[in-house]
């Protein structure tokens, strides 16, 4: 009797185990669809300490490595690899592991996963990818593994292709990228980066031009044309520098230079530059604000949040200025913050469509589904169509 009184004590004891396994994992999950990292990346180690022989575990992890700054690309890749080891089928992983391999300047071996995504088979369950806009003004593109639409993974591949100096071959990608979504905005901008590279600058221009008539926001097109119509980048960057070397007290070339920096992500050295122009003229606000959108690419969302609300308190609230600070509070987690950021958006400029959808997808978060539901289907109204898939998945 003793004996099988054990037995059931071992049993019931694994019972609970593998229920606070299971707690660790889903926790998991919702910790880092809640922007905490932190938490996600415990709660995701321990579960694997428990299950190392787990795909979706290190999956995950390696998404939780990729919020963190330092040597944490290098280790969200070991995840990525190990995840693959033990299941090669796992198809979303090549797509992470393709654009950490494009952040890593390993072309060639993006490429390949990109490849290696588009053959396997998607499956059934839907998962959200984000794109980030080159706006930097939060996300501008979701599609899922589902997507019957291939311009993102074209996209992605035309990346890959002109890393290895494929010029020809990455220009002929994002064509076909077009083809399927002629209303993407960053497509345009990269075609016209390319052209430009390829000193065809009135085809550059046409492409960046086309891009401007989106999305007049996009940052990168808007430095692209100024420097085309300005004398090329090159001549540029050393007029700037010649500018500084002679006065440099002088702000503006310090903003421009930063421009610069920041148009080839180069955001260190924008940061440094943009930084040297607020301590000439701290009253002037793009200052602010550009240094605020490097910030939020270095992914130093306190930071941002910071210099948009300085921006903010030096000219009138600009749409752009309360989208970027609704955006650094929202990857906070500051979510009723980020929701009043973009209500005072959308009563500023009712048809900006990145408006409602910043703020149906804080409403989801904040488990307000009929809102948000009806904030994505104006956004998708106001021209935002690549959402309409997502948006009808959310709905239901």
């Known amino acids: 009797m003793v004996k099988y009184v054990f037995i059931f ?15 660790d994992f889903d926790l998991g999950i919702q910790a880092y669809n809640e922007g905490d990292y932190e938490s996600a990346f415990l709660l995701f180690d321990n579960w694997l300490r428990e299950n190392p022989r787990d795909p979706e575990g290190y999956w995950y992890l390696g998404q939780v490595y990729e919020q963190f700054d330092g040597m944490s690309d290098f280790l969200a890749l070991e995840n990525y690899n190990q995840a693959l080891a ?49 706006t930097d003004s939060g996300v501008s593109s979701i599609f899922t593994d589902q997507s019957e639409n291939p311009s993102q993974i074209l996209y992605l591949l035309s990346l890959s292709k002109a890393g290895q100096g494929q010029v020809e071959t990455a220009i002929s990608l994002l064509d076909s990228a077009i083809y399927y979504s002629p209303l993407e905005s960053d497509f345009y901008a990269e075609k016209g980066k390319l052209l ?24 990168l097109a ?51 530059d943009f930084s040297e122009a607020i301590s000439l003229h701290p009253e002037d606000a793009e200052n602010w604000f550009y240094r605020a959108k490097t910030y939020a690419k270095l ?30 509070r929202y990857y906070q987690n500051k979510t009723e913050l980020a929701l009043a950021d973009f209500i005072q958006l959308i009563s500023i400029d009712p048809s900006n469509a990145s408006g409602y959808y910043h ?7 904040l488990n307000r ?13 106001l021209g935002m169509e690549n959402i309409g898939e997502v948006k009808q998945k959310i709905c239901n």
């Open 9 to 23: 004590i071992l049993m019931f004891g694994l019972g609970i185990r593998t229920f606070a396994q299971e707690n």
């Open 86 to 134: 033990l299941n090669p089928e796992m198809t979303p992983v090549y797509l992470h592991r393709g654009r950490l391999y494009l952040r890593l300047k390993r072309f060639e071996e993006a490429e390949a996963d990109f490849k290696t995504y588009r053959r396997l088979p998607k499956g059934e369950t839907t998962r959200i990818i984000y794109k980030t806009s080159g």
């Open 196 to 219: 430009m590279d390829e000193k065809q600058d009135q085809a550059a221009l046409i492409a960046l031009e086309k891009a401007l008539q989106i999305n007049p926001d996009h940052y």
């Open 222 to 272: 808007k430095q692209r044309v100024l420097s085309i119509r300005q004398g090329g980048d090159r001549e540029k960057l050393e007029e700037l520098t010649k500018a500084i070397s002679t006065d440099p007290e002088n702000p503006l070339p310090w903003k421009i230079r930063g421009y610069y920096k920041f148009s080839k992500s180069d955001f260190k050295g924008a940061l440094t």
């Open 299 to 328: 992914k130093n969302w306190i930071k941002a949040e910071q210099d948009f609300t300085e921006a903010m308190f030096l000219t009138e609230q600009e749409p752009e200025l309360l989208l970027g600070r609704g955006q650094a």
């Open 359 to 365: 703020r149906g997808i804080t409403l989801h978060r």
């Open 369 to 381: 589904a009929s809102e948000a539901c009806n904030d994505l289907t104006k956004a998708v109204q």
